[in-house]
């Protein structure tokens, strides 16, 4: 990520969902830079495509993308936007940074894979908490329950910025409308994994990754 700099890197957003990334690419994503479009490969969708500084470290250090694209980060002539690109970088499923849209993009791929018979794919999608302040993924999250879509998984980073806290945490938002929810340390690696790949059957299931961002 020190190969990155500019003035609108975003670097706290980008910092805060570091921990989250690497435990999804390196422990738990089915997705392949040698495949990168392979129909059976799992699908992540980073929503909170506003600090996408350590996406994009994590893709080249899985090689969908050269090293030497990271120093290039929001130039005239990068592929390494201040928002992904999904026609430009290998490896990115949406175009993603405007707040609020990620979720319901991750519910119609998840419907779309039901509907093709392709049982296997899990969708991801990383949202900031402040994100959870826009209507649309409240609308999502109950479709979601009610479409018992139990391939869907979404980590919510939440380094505290939401405008509006929620009794209980923001677990409770997902847990009563009928998802499986839990809360760890966004930047403990073996509590990321055992979350994210605890069983949760006919049910999407929440990661709520608490973090204090790193400066």
């Known amino acids: 990520m020190s190969r990155m700099t500019g003035d609108e890197k975003h670097g706290p957003a980008a910092t805060s969902t570091l ?7 390196d422990r738990v994503l089915r997705v392949s830079p040698e495949r990168p479009d392979d129909p059976e490969r799992d699908r992540f969708l980073l929503s909170k495509g506003h600090g996408p500084m350590a996406y994009y470290a994590v893709l080249a250090a899985k090689g969908f993308v050269p090293l030497e694209w990271l120093s290039g980060f929001g130039g005239y002539d990068s592929p390494l936007g201040h928002h992904p690109d ?6 990115v499923e949406i175009g993603s940074g405007s707040l609020g849209h990620g979720l319901g993009l991750g519910v119609g791929t998840a419907l779309g894979l039901r509907a093709q018979g392709l049982t296997g794919p899990a969708v991801w999608v990383l949202v900031g908490d402040a994100e959870l302040d826009e209507g649309s993924n409240h609308e999502a999250v109950r479709y979601a329950a009610a ?12 380094n505290a910025s939401a405008t509006y806290r929620r009794p209980g945490g923001l677990a409770s938002l997902f847990a009563a409308e009928g998802w499986s929810a839990t809360t760890v340390d966004g930047r403990d690696h073996s509590a990321l994994h055992d979350a994210f790949t605890a069983p949760h059957p006919g049910r999407p299931q929440a990661v709520i990754a608490r973090v204090e961002p790193k400066n």
């Open 19 to 25: 921990d989250v990334l690497w435990v999804l690419y």
């Open 86 to 91: 999904r026609t430009l970088v290998p490896g």
């Open 147 to 158: 479409a018992a879509l139990d391939r869907l998984h979404v980590v919510v980073v939440d």
